[in-house]
């Protein structure tokens, strides 16, 4: 069982698109359905580093994505489970 306490609404994962791989461990362990897994929309590839380009040309742009981040209830379980350590929290 989780551990969630925040309220929703006031903090939600943000994730590193240069750590990420669609591994989607943060879609299998939130629990409030805050992530899903997708393609990275072009809009947000902009800024990012050369290997990280070639990464997400390489996979297609698979990433988890934070679908409703207004759901989170700050419990960490994704920030402890991403084993590339792309997830970090932050105030919504
Ligand atoms: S901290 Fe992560 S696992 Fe916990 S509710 Fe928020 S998004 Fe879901």
């Not at 943060?26 to 990275?40: A, K, N, Q, R, S």
């Amino acid at each position: 069982m989780s551990k969630c306490s925040e309220d929703p609404g006031v903090i939600t994962p943000v994730i590193d698109p240069s750590r990420c791989d669609g591994k989607a461990e943060c879609v299998d362990v939130c629990p409030y359905d805050v992530f899903d897994l997708g393609i990275l929309p072009p809009e947000q590839r902009t800024g990012l580093g050369f290997m990280t380009k070639v990464k997400g040309t390489l996979n297609g742009w698979k990433q988890g994505l934070v679908v409703h981040g207004d759901q989170c209830r700050a419990c960490g379980l994704c920030v402890v489970a991403c084993p590339e350590k792309a997830i970090r929290l932050s105030k919504y």
